[in-house]
T-cell receptor, first 114, second 116 residues
Framework: GDSVTQMEGPVTLSEEAFLTINCTYT??????LFWYVQYPGEGLQLLLK?????DKGSNKGFEATYRKETTSFHLEKGSVQVSDSAVYFC?????????????FGKGTLLTVNP | SAVISQKPSRDICQRGTSLTIQCQVD?????MFWYRQQPGQSLTLIAT?????????ESGFVIDKFPISRPNLTFSTLTVSNMSPEDSSIYLC?????????????FGSGTRLTVV
C-alpha cells in the first residue's frame, strides 16, 4: 500500500538558518504530493502541493519539488523564522478511481529559536 | 476553498460514554473524510463518508465504535462510542479543496478529546 517516510524530528534551528525536511514515498500510479503544517494549537493547513513529476510547489518561502526518479518531495526554506515553528506533515494522495484519501508521514516538529 | 466548521473544539468525557462530533461545510461536497491524530502521532484515516451511502471504514476501525452519519452534502457527524482513555485524540474532518488549493484538502480545526 501507499506509505510516506518523513524525517523525524525534532528539528531545532536558529532564525535565518536553512531548512530541509526529507520526505520519500511509496505509491502505485502517480500520486499527488503535499506538505501540511500544523501550528501550535491550530488545525492542519495545506502549505504546498505538486501534482505531477518535476512540479515545484511553493508558498510562504517554502519549496518542494516532485522527484519521481527518487520518489521524494523534500521541503526546503532558505531562511526560517520563529513563526515557522510548527509540525510539518508530508502526505500523498493516490490518483485513480475514487481513492482520494491522504496518507501522512509521521510529522516533523520544527522549532526555530531567535 | 471550502470552509469547515467543526464542533466541539474540545471535550473531556467519562469512559463508557459517547461523543458526537459535527462538521458543517459551507459548500456541497461529495466526499468527507474523518481522521484521528493520536498524541504525538500522525493522522490516520478512520473512514470516508459519501452522502447517501454507508461510510467506508479503514482497517482497524469499525462502524460500531465510530458510527458516521452523512445526511446531506454539507454535513457529517462522527460518534466515538463507549469511550476509553485510548480514544483520547484529536479528531478531524476533511473535504477535497476547491479553487487555488484544488488537488489538496481542507481540514476542520479538530476536536481534542480527552477520556478520563
Amino acid at each position: 500500500g501507499d506509505s510516506v517516510t518523513q524525517m523525524e524530528g525534532p528539528v531545532t534551528l536558529s532564525e535565518e538558518a536553512f531548512l530541509t525536511i526529507n520526505c520519500t514515498y511509496t505509491a502505485t500510479g502517480y500520486p499527488s504530493l503535499f506538505w501540511y503544517v500544523q501550528y501550535p494549537g491550530e488545525g492542519l493547513q495545506l502549505l504546498l502541493k505538486a501534482t505531477k513529476a518535476d512540479d515545484k510547489g511553493s508558498n510562504k518561502g517554502f519549496e518542494a519539488t516532485y522527484r519521481k526518479e527518487t520518489t521524494s518531495f523534500h521541503l526546503e526554506k532558505g531562511s526560517v523564522q520563529v513563526s515557522d515553528s510548527a509540525v510539518y506533515f508530508c502526505a500523498l494522495s493516490s490518483s485513480g478511481g475514487s481513492n482520494y484519501k491522504l496518507t501522512f508521514g509521521k510529522g516533523t516538529l520544527l522549532t526555530v529559536n531567535p | 476553498s471550502a470552509v469547515i466548521s467543526q464542533k466541539p473544539s474540545r471535550d473531556i468525557c467519562q469512559r463508557g460514554t459517547s461523543l458526537t462530533i459535527q462538521c458543517q461545510v459551507d459548500s456541497q461536497v461529495t466526499m468527507m473524510f474523518w481522521y484521528r491524530q493520536q498524541p504525538g502521532q500522525s493522522l490516520t484515516l478512520i473512514a470516508t463518508a459519501n452522502q447517501g451511502s454507508e461510510a467506508t471504514y479503514e482497517s482497524g476501525f469499525v462502524i460500531d465504535k465510530f458510527p458516521i452519519s452523512r445526511p446531506n452534502l454539507t454535513f457529517s457527524t462522527l460518534t466515538v462510542s463507549n469511550m476509553s482513555p485510548e480514544d483520547s485524540s484529536i479528531y478531524l474532518c476533511s473535504v477535497p479543496a476547491a479553487g487555488p488549493k484544488a488537488g489538496g484538502y481542507t481540514f476542520g480545526s479538530g476536536t481534542r478529546l480527552t477520556v478520563v
